[in-house]
């Protein structure tokens, strides 16, 4: 067996929930008494998902949650440049407000593709959520609109984020060079 790449944690474990209930604490009056649908980007924004779910159900928010397949890194480290739909929403959202879940906002390629395909799918509205971003990353207007910490310039693995399949689940933020 190979030895293991030198990962320097980013964000513990701890410190990560830490961030995942802060975020919901400011997501939740935002959701509060409307009909939502939480979109989860497979795969990477799994993890966030499972526990940003738990963290509003907490603070009785229950979003219908769906999931779409998006790739545009496949096992590179750095963005194709184009977002292939893999697999699509298996529950309309017309009329819906959508929370978009990803875990990374890097260029922001993904994110406006996948905005801009549910609100043509009909969503009322489309709340954009990343667990982390990048400090090139746009921001502002250009931006997400929920962010749980703001990421160093490193190559991020784990709690989803992996390098070619390996790492997702380590249970806190790594980064590689």
């Not at 790449?5 to 980013?10: G, L, N």
């Not at 474990?13 to 980007?41: K, N």
């Not at 709340?127 to 990048?134: M, N």
Request: glycine share 10%; hydrophobic share 45%.
């Amino acid at each position: 067996m190979p030895d293991l790449p030198k990962i320097d944690v980013v964000l513990s474990e701890a410190d990560l929930m830490a961030r995942v209930d802060e975020l919901a604490d400011r997501l939740a009056p935002r959701l509060a008494g409307g009909d939502w649908t939480a979109v989860s980007i497979l795969i990477g924004a799994t993890p966030f998902t499972s526990d940003l779910m738990k963290a509003l159900a907490r603070r009785n928010v229950h979003p219908v949650l769906d999931v779409i397949w998006l790739e545009s890194y496949r096992d590179a480290r750095e963005s194709s440049g184009r977002v292939v739909v893999r697999a699509d929403l298996a529950r309309s959202v017309e009329g819906r407000g959508v929370i978009l879940i990803d875990d990374v906002y890097d260029t922001g390629r993904t994110i406006d593709f996948a905005k801009g395909h549910l609100l043509a799918k009909g969503a009322r509205e489309v709340i954009t959520v990343a667990l982390t971003q990048k400090p090139w990353a746009p921001r502002g207007a250009d931006g997400v609109d929920y962010c749980a910490f703001d990421a160093p310039g490193r190559y991020l693995v784990g709690y989803g984020m992996d390098d070619a399949g390996l790492y997702r689940g380590l249970p806190f933020i790594g980064a590689l060079d």
